[in-house]
């Protein structure tokens, strides 16, 4: 009994940490919910899709690197996390390539559909990658959330002539990738802060992009970049560059440091959600009865998922 009141302290303040987690968690997927609008608004109409991902890159290299200085945040990176970091940077890479180049064949609504898979596949690759079990509660959990995100896009939007294979694959190859970032830096996102993750990490996914970027440095590719855009295609650019760019990948170490990259992933079903209030906002969408049961369906999943016992809970019940 002596150890109560500790013990009760621990828990209040490890319960207190996750919800730190969680509202990262939240912020980082309502910016992701509106950036594939914000994204197609400007892509490939203004800015080709090899360009507008190195400019991403590069803004993301530059705003963490001064964020860096500014901060006086310097601390030393170990070779074997610095590995781990290059990866970092070549899978984000990849899933920023993928994400603007679904939108040469797709649309935001069919962006939005794919990304409902994420929690499914996250939990499959932590369970492989990280040892995490798969129980009937998260499980439950995953496919409930994926049910209310699929409801928002299945009653939200129509038939899209937009929707090719290719499009659809390329989404996918876009949530693989991000899958496999948040099993890959939930493991040093402990170590270090999201200011020196994300300093090198997008510095190494810049050496990949830029590179892929100079050959479509054109007025004809890029008339956004020489001035021949509307006012509202460079607001977008901003959003993207300023809060899908720097904001949530400074917050999504956070959430990764606190809560499992499945009960993180588990808020991309968020984002359809989001993107049907944006649409209802500005005139594209109308309020319907399956909104409201989407939300509900999503919170009732994310709550599953995340009371199900993690890897450590279970080892020690065992024991």
Same mark, same amino acid.
């Given at each position: 009994m002596i150890f109560a009141?500790?013990?009760?302290?621990?828990?209040?303040?490890?319960?207190?940490?996750?919800?730190?987690?969680?509202?990262?968690?939240l912020a980082v997927y309502v910016i992701f919910g509106i950036n594939p609008n914000c994204s197609k608004a400007v892509v490939p109409q203004y800015i080709s899709p090899e360009v507008f991902t190195a400019v991403r890159m590069l803004f993301g290299t530059a705003a963490f690197w001064l964020l860096s200085l500014l901060t006086g945040t310097r601390e030393r990176?170990?070779? &074997?996390?610095?590995?781990?970091?290059i990866w970092g940077g070549i899978v984000l890479a990849g899933t920023l390539v993928a994400f603007s180049e679904a939108f040469r064949y797709t649309s935001p609504c069919y962006v939005s559909l794919v990304s409902a898979?994420?929690? #499914? =596949?996250?939990? #499959?690759?932590?369970?492989?990658? #990280?040892?995490?079990? =798969?129980?009937? &509660?998260?499980?439950?959990?995953?496919?409930?959330?994926?049910?209310?995100? *699929?409801?928002?896009?299945?009653?939200?939007?129509?038939n899209d002539a937009n929707a090719t294979a290719l499009g659809l694959l390329l989404c996918l190859v876009n949530i693989l990738?991000?899958?496999?970032? *948040?099993?890959?830096?939930?493991?040093?996102?402990?170590?270090?802060?999201? =200011?020196?993750?994300?300093?090198? =990490?997008?510095?190494?996914?810049?050496?990949?992009?830029?590179?892929?970027?100079i050959p479509f440095l054109s007025a004809e590719s890029c008339p956004m970049l020489v001035g021949h855009a509307p006012v509202s295609a460079y607001l977008n650019l901003f959003t993207v560059l300023i809060f899908a760019t720097v904001v949530s990948y400074f917050l999504l170490p956070i959430a990764l440091r606190h809560i499992r990259p499945t009960t993180v992933s588990m808020y991309s079903n968020l984002q359809p959600l989001?993107?049907?209030?944006?649409?209802?906002?500005?005139?594209?969408?109308i309020f319907t009865w399956n909104k409201p049961v989407a939300l509900a369906l999503i919170i009732l999943g994310v709550y599953l998922v995340t009371t199900s016992r993690a890897k450590e809970q279970m080892t020690s019940a065992k024991l």
């Open positions: 009141p500790a013990t009760f302290y621990m828990s209040d303040k490890k319960q207190n940490r996750k919800w730190v987690g969680h509202l990262a968690a990176v170990g070779r &074997r996390d610095m590995h781990i970091l898979t994420s929690p #499914l =596949i996250v939990m #499959l690759m932590a369970a492989v990658f #990280l040892k995490e079990p =798969i129980s009937w &509660r998260k499980s439950l959990g995953v496919f409930i959330g994926i049910g209310g995100a *699929l409801m928002v896009v299945l009653f939200s939007w129509g990738f991000y899958a496999g970032y *948040l099993i890959l830096t939930r493991a040093i996102s402990n170590k270090y802060s999201p =200011i020196t993750m994300m300093k090198w =990490i997008f510095l190494y996914g810049s050496v990949i992009c830029v590179p892929m970027g989001v993107t049907a209030a944006v649409a209802i906002a500005f005139g594209q969408d």
